[in-house]
Structures are given as C-alpha cells and as structure tokens.
C-alpha cells in the first residue's frame, strides 16, 4: 500500500514560482512511475510532468515544458515539482499519483496507470 501527501501549493503572481511536494508513504519500489496531475475548475484532470523512478527518464505536458521540473529525492522520499515562471492558465488543483506502467513513457501522463493518489493541493497564479 503506497500513501501519498502534497504541499507546498499556495497563492502566486504570473511569472512567480512555487514548489510542490509529495512524500511517499508505504511500498514506493511496487511503482515505477510517479506523476503530477492537475484539475482546473470545470476541466478534465491533465497530466503535467512524471518520472521513470527506476531509471530517472522524464517526462513533461508541453504546456509546462522548460518552466516545470519534475525530480525524486529518494532519501526524503519525496516526489517535487519546481513550477517557474507560472502563468494564470496554470491555476489549478495540483495531485501527485504513483502507478505501474506496461507500457512506454509516451504513456505516462495519462492517469488510468495510476493506483495511488493524494488529495490535493491548490495552487492559484493571478495576473
């Protein structure tokens, strides 16, 4: 059973920065892939970064690419999202997940590979 707990989400100007992150709980080495997910209001859930835990590949939403960074501290524990330069657009409900992929990387942003999820934490970027 694998636990997970964001933080690290609060309220930021357009072009601001904020970090997420996600501690794992529990048998994180079952999962090879971990990810972060968002939900905006009225919106489907969209995959925005993940990480290959056993190899270190990564992969990212090209919405978010070269301002988000996806990164696994393996003696903390944790799951971090780096978010640079945020805009409006990426206001939204942030949710780390964990989960075993059969399949390519191209794949790892679509959430129905994903078990284990946490609840939630809000990031808001006003303009």
């Known amino acids: 059973e694998v636990t997970l707990k964001e933080s690290g989400g609060g309220s930021v100007q357009a072009g601001g920065s904020l970090r997420l992150s996600c501690s794992v709980f529990?048998?994180?080495?079952?999962?090879?892939?971990e990810a972060w997910f968002r939900q905006a209001p009225g919106k489907g859930r969209e995959g925005v970064a993940a990480i290959y835990t056993r190899g270190g590949n990564t992969y990212y939403a090209e919405s978010v690419k070269g301002r988000f960074t996806i990164s696994r501290d393996k003696v903390k524990n944790t799951l971090d999202l780096q978010m640079n330069n945020l805009e409006p657009e990426d206001t939204a409900m942030y949710f780390c997940a964990a989960g075993k992929l059969y399949s390519s990387g191209s794949e790892a942003l679509l959430d129905n590979w994903y078990d284990y999820w946490g609840q939630g934490t809000q990031v808001t970027v006003s303009s």
């Open positions: 529990g048998d994180a080495y079952v999962n090879n892939f």
